[in-house]
């Protein structure tokens, strides 16, 4: 059984607050945010083609987050393997929608949950990829650049969130880069009630984290990262914390208040 699956609850104190971020303040200014702790994950999907999960967890890695959908049109046909697989070694293992910002945001949640099925003791909360429209006509698929009206943007992440957290009981996580909310005039109000994923490879300590979120809860630092058991480059991540913190981040083990 992999080790944190017997965590106990003294150690995952502060249970109501996972899936979410403690309120401080907020700025209408970037901010630079500079962790002191992190640990290591990685984010995967079909691309990365076979996996040795057990040699993933080997080379320090102790997440993943693993594509399972994207729109209402595809289910990753390598997640249910890279699901199973990743908590066996020893991972915690969450799963992410590629948002298709031309469909609506509850259907997309839909297919989501339905590939997914219940969160299980010791996963990490879902997590919505958001970066289309980006300037890149294949940004979705072949031909089609994700480009919506904002208002529609904002409508279908909120549809997504919404509708993930009331099915799951944990508020997924936000990906998305420093500039793309500004970039596609998207009001941001209110999204900052969800724990930001930032997208921002560096070979810094430091990443830019954008209003009106005051923190990051993960930063994908790398697209061309390395480890074992993966052929080729593969996304490098860091949760924000220690290991501990990431446990209470975590859903609990049963019995857990």
Not at 150 to 165: A, C, N, Q, Y
Not at 194 to 199: G, Q, R, S, V
Not at 204 to 218: L, Q
Request: proline content about 7%; aromatic content about 12%; charged content about 15%.
């Amino acid at each position: 059984m992999p080790p944190w699956l017997v965590v106990s609850c003294l150690v995952l104190a502060g249970c109501a607050a996972r899936g979410g971020v403690e309120d401080t303040w907020r700025t209408s200014e970037a901010l630079d945010q500079c962790p002191a702790a992190t640990v290591e994950g990685i984010d995967v999907f079909d691309g990365q083609g076979p996996i040795d999960w057990v040699a993933t967890a080997g080379d320090g890695v102790a997440f993943a987050m693993i594509k399972a959908t994207q729109g209402t049109y595809d289910v990753q046909s390598t997640f249910p393997y890279n699901w199973a697989q990743s908590r066996a070694a020893g991972l915690r293992r969450g799963a992410y929608h590629f948002f298709d910002p031309t469909e609506d945001g509850v259907a997309q949640a839909q297919a989501f949950l339905s590939a997914v099925g219940p969160l299980a003791a010791g996963d990490l909360p879902a997590m919505l990829d958001v970066e289309c429209p980006d300037g890149d006509a294949d940004c979705v698929l072949p031909g089609k650049s994700g480009q919506a009206a904002p208002g529609d943007i904002r409508s279908g992440i909120l549809g997504f969130l919404v509708t993930v957290e009331q099915a799951t009981g944990y508020r997924p996580l936000l990906y998305t880069f420093a500039s793309y909310f500004a970039e596609n005039g998207i009001d941001t109000t209110g999204l900052d009630a969800y724990p930001l994923f930032i997208a921002y490879p560096t070979s810094g300590t430091c990443y830019e984290v954008p209003s009106p979120w005051s923190d990051a809860v993960m930063w994908q630092y790398s697209w061309t990262g390395s480890v074992g058991g993966i052929d080729g480059a593969v996304d490098r991540d860091r949760f924000i914390g220690t290991a501990a913190a990431l446990s209470a981040f975590a859903v609990p083990s049963p019995g857990c208040p």
